[in-house]
């Protein structure tokens, strides 16, 4: 079998495989369609470059833009902030909605110091003690402000131009 690479600005677009009997040109494409195949030997792909001589690596993919990572690192930020924190061994849901009834929770325990709290965990349901429901909230309330800290930190350093890429967003501090 036979490889050729057919090639458009540069960049190889298709690898054609032609049995080792057929002469393209002749025997399959039209001629002018073969003049622009090119011999590809072993581990030429579709993606790398072709500069008339020889076969390199794909291009880079460009650069995101600022657009492209303020909307990366907002669906990082949401992702972290939702995706739940441990307190005292018990798994806690940071959702939105989660959040919304720790708020009320936390209140209520400041309120009525004395009153126990039966409160749904991500683990299912827990009867707690006003400290600890208190605990849970300060707990979310430091994973929630934590995680637009460091987007507010990550956005302002897109702005800046000193993060440029998606595994510079990844690689901020984010809450584990």
């Known amino acids: 079998m036979q490889n050729f690479a057919l090639v458009r600005d540069a960049v190889v677009v298709e690898i054609i495989t032609v049995p080792d009997e057929l002469v393209i040109g002749v025997d399959i494409y039209t001629a002018d369609f073969a003049a622009g195949l090119i011999v590809a030997g072993e581990g030429v792909e579709v993606g790398m470059t072709y500069d008339g001589e020889a076969f390199g690596p794909p291009p880079a993919p460009p650069a995101p833009d600022k657009a492209s990572l303020a909307a990366y690192a907002a669906a990082k930020r949401w992702q972290i902030e939702n995706g739940g924190i441990t307190v005292a061994g018990a798994e806690i849901k940071t ?19 004395s009153e126990p709290i039966d409160f749904l965990s991500a683990s299912g349901w827990v009867n707690l003690t006003s400290a600890e429901m208190i605990a849970i909230g300060q707990a979310a309330g430091v994973h929630v402000q934590t995680c637009f800290r460091i987007s507010c930190a990550v956005d302002a350093a897109i702005d800046a131009g000193t993060i440029t890429s998606f595994a510079a967003i990844d690689a901020a501090a984010w809450p584990a």
């Open 95 to 113: 959702t939105q909605e989660s959040q919304a009834r720790i708020t009320g929770a936390y209140a209520f325990a400041k309120d009525n110091p």
